[in-house]
């Protein structure tokens, strides 16, 4: 394990959350521009070669130290970039295709409550009442504001219903899995090979696509949609998101999902001139209540563990 940084307050753990969805959010919008003209698994498979090329070239000017422990670093990834990236990213992408959006938004939900199940059956966390109230209130507001009413359970969504479950289980696991293995490496060094082992898997399931890809005029819009998806979207989101994981309990990481939909809501209001509606307002009260009381009841417990409480790497 490295040694010799201190752990990061706080507010700024919990402010790193908070832009990873507000990237997040803006990626969601922004990524409709772009897969109207790239095939999913295509532009999955781009997004994700660029970044890890950016990453790279980051972590090689800033003279990040390379983790030198051989197997017990370049083992490991192979699976935690299969769960984090590969069949999270692929079921994803091509779930949606076969289900509806409204079914994918809702069953994406489930990230939390699966990842409070595997680190609860893990021995990672401890499973208190504030904690479970909190999640079902988050839960709850998150369905309100996705408009559970709209789920429907047929033939035709079937597999991509499944495909969306693989996607939300995967990354649940990513969640609880990877978190010790974080904590003991290089940020830098580490998102830069999950990159890249995951664009080893999505290109070879991208395949029979880039074999009939024909790049599409790239105008302006395009150009900056592309540009931000992989530098905010894919670059700084997956960089955010494992530096957190090393400071906070995987369910809090998990747990900031449900903020998502309100940012998204945010934007359509200001962009959009879409109107806040009470529905709205309910479901956005229901979800931070839900983050306030869990981590009101994790305070004090989700910047530190146990027997690694100090000497975290930057």
């Known amino acids: ?8 307050p706080r507010l700024l753990v919990l402010g790193a959350l908070v832009v990873v969805q507000v990237l997040f959010g803006l990626n969601y919008v922004v990524s409709k521009v772009v897969v109207g003209s790239f095939p999913p698994l295509v532009w999955a498979s781009l997004r994700i070669i660029v970044s890890s090329a950016l990453m790279v070239g980051l972590a090689l000017l800033m003279k990040r130290p390379h983790p030198t422990d051989g197997r017990k670093f370049f083992g490991p990834l192979v699976w935690l970039a299969l769960l984090g990236t590969v069949i999270n990213q692929a079921c994803f992408l091509v779930g949606l295709k076969h289900t509806t959006a409204s079914n994918s938004a809702i069953l994406n939900t489930l990230i939390p409550v699966f990842t409070l199940l595997v680190v609860t059956i893990r021995g990672q966390e401890s499973l208190g009442w504030k904690r479970v109230v909190g999640f079902l209130f988050a839960f709850a507001g998150v369905l309100v504001l996705r408009n559970v009413e709209h789920f429907t359970l047929s033939d035709e969504t079937a597999f991509g219903d499944l495909l969306t479950l693989i996607n939300c289980l995967s990354f649940a696991l990513f969640l609880s899995f990877s978190r010790k293995f974080i904590r003991e490496h290089d940020r830098v060094w580490t998102t830069a090979w999950l990159f890249i082992y995951g664009s080893v898997g999505i290109t070879a399931l991208a395949g029979p696509d880039w074999a009939v890809f024909t790049w599409p005029e790239m105008t302006p819009r395009l150009w900056g949609a592309a540009t931000f998806a992989i530098v905010g979207g894919t670059l700084l989101t997956y960089f955010l998101n494992n530096w957190t994981l090393a400071y906070a309990r995987s369910t809090q990481v998990a747990l900031f999902v ?5 940012v998204a809501g945010v934007f359509a209001w200001f962009w959009l001139d879409q109107p806040i509606t009470p529905r709205m307002v309910a479901a956005s009260l229901l979800i931070f209540m839900g983050v306030i009381l869990v981590l009101r009841r994790d305070s004090g417990h989700d910047l ?3 027997e690694h409480s100090k000497g975290m790497v930057a």
């Not at 394990?1 to 990061?8: F, S, Y």
């Not at 449900?258 to 309100?262: A, G, W």
């Open 258 to 262: 449900y903020i998502q939909p309100v």
């Open 1 to 8: 394990m490295h040694t010799g940084a201190r752990t990061p």
């Open 304 to 306: 530190r563990d146990d």
